[in-house]
């Protein structure tokens, strides 16, 4: 028996933090007993000897491992496993138009919306998925632009026919979306629940003066007001709807000043489906010290009883979904891309294109430069933390680009890993 390479053994005041990176499996102990016991790991028969329980311990959570295995190839058939799964998750683009024009946005909010023909071929498309590549189940996710824009005229009957589907198939459906929320009145709450929509991301921009700043919408007095307001609404209707609210931010805009503000418009029974998750925006530059400022902003969320995002590892083997093979993000007007972060949604020829039986045509095998492994290299391969971030964005593997994900984070993985486990239910 060895022990396995990816252990993270980790210390802060009185505890020692035990977390491996294959199984993802953790514990604490006290930092004297996890002192004593961390070299003698590295001796699993002496372990074996003075503490049998502990030792089992160990090795039912792959802390030590067996001598024949090779934890590298464990990692690259997990890896493989995940890219071709066939659980579907499919993104789909009503439209590229917005109600909001927010200063980070990437995209160019184009007025657009699915057509008829476009909407009979997303159809076929579930057809050809469920019927020909048998998937084990069917996520969508809806994009844009603002979704919520087109709910009648393109949500709504896509989703019914989804449902219908999946039903007869007898594979599980799961509906969400990615919106501003402005669009989420009262109205769509029973619509919501038919259309078994089960989660939403929803963004602000910061505190309530920042946020309103940013977007902002005739006849509406803030949008960060209106908002909440419509979240508080849904999460009351919708008991089983969990919510992840995305707090973009820039070094300057995040302070603990939001929590009071949210906690004014979010009733106290429905922060427990609420979970927090700040994200600088890209433009801004990468400080390593500002995520002791996240933290405790987090802390005095679950303080209040929200959920909070605590770390960004990947725990599936992939570094981005856009490197599965059952992936894929359908545009408002046919076009087929991998990544909805990039100009591939813009191109008047993209990369790939839905067909009028339902099947996806792409150029020069681009599908499948997205299943690459970007680990692949010496750096990667020999870097303590491979399955807890599994290389670079499939995108930018793909031009060719080479940097350390870890460096361009604001965040530190011991920190955030410590920080993880101290918070875990």
């Not at 106290?268 to 994200?279: A, F, M, V």
């Not at 020069?364 to 299943?371: A, R, T, V």
């Not at 971030?389 to 955030?416: L, V, W």
Request: hydrophobic content about 30%.
């Amino acid at each position: 028996m060895k022990p396995s390479h990816y252990n993270y053994i980790l210390s802060k005041d009185s505890k020692s933090y035990w977390y491996n990176g294959v199984s993802h499996k953790f514990f604490t102990l006290p930092i004297e007993l996890g002192n004593k016991i961390k070299p003698l790991i590295c001796n699993p028969e002496i372990l074996k000897e003075s503490a049998p329980s502990f030792y089992q311990k160990l090795v039912d959570n792959e802390f030590i491992i067996d001598d024949n295995v090779d934890e590298i190839e464990v990692i690259r058939k997990r890896n493989l496993e995940t890219i071709h799964s066939k659980d579907y998750f499919l993104v789909i683009l009503p439209t590229l138009n917005c109600n909001y024009k927010c200063w980070y946005c990437i995209q160019n909010h184009i007025p657009s919306m699915m057509s008829q023909e476009t909407i009979t071929r997303v159809k076929k498309h579930i057809d050809y998925m469920i019927d020909e590549r048998n998937i084990t189940s069917l996520h969508i996710e809806w994009f844009g632009g603002e979704p919520f824009m087109y709910f009648k005229q393109v949500i709504a009957p896509i989703s019914e026919y989804a449902i219908e589907k999946c039903d007869k198939a007898k594979i599980p459906f799961l509906n969400s979306a990615t919106t501003n929320g402005y669009f989420l009145s009262s109205d769509k709450i029973k619509d919501l629940k038919r259309l078994k929509f089960s989660g939403f991301q929803i963004t602000l921009d910061g505190d309530k003066g920042n946020h309103d700043k940013v977007k902002f919408q005739n006849g509406c007095d803030s949008a960060f007001v209106h908002t909440l307001g419509n979240i508080d609404k849904i999460l009351s209707a919708l008991k089983d709807m969990n919510i992840v609210l995305r707090i973009n931010y820039t070094h300057k805009t995040l302070t603990n000043k939001i929590v009071s503000q949210i906690n004014e418009y979010i009733s106290p029974e429905n922060r427990k489906q609420l979970t927090i998750t700040p994200k600088k925006v890209w433009q801004e530059s990468v400080d390593k010290n500002f995520q002791l400022s996240t933290i405790s902003i987090l802390d005095e969320f679950n303080d209040y009883g929200y959920n909070a995002a605590r770390m960004e590892i990947v725990d599936n083997f992939v570094p981005c979904y856009a490197n599965r093979e059952y992936y894929n993000a359908i545009n408002y007007n046919g076009g087929v891309v991998k990544c909805t972060a990039c100009n591939d949604l813009y191109e008047s020829n993209p990369p790939g294109q839905l067909q009028e039986d339902g099947k996806i045509e792409w150029k020069n095998n681009f599908d499948k430069l997205y299943q690459e492994k970007s680990y692949e290299n010496p750096k990667c391969l020999n870097c303590k933390y491979l399955p807890v971030c599994m290389g670079i964005c499939p995108r930018d593997h793909a031009k060719k680009r080479n940097y350390c994900k870890m460096d361009a984070q604001d965040s530190n993985i011991e920190t955030s890993l410590i920080d993880f486990i101290e918070h875990c239910k």
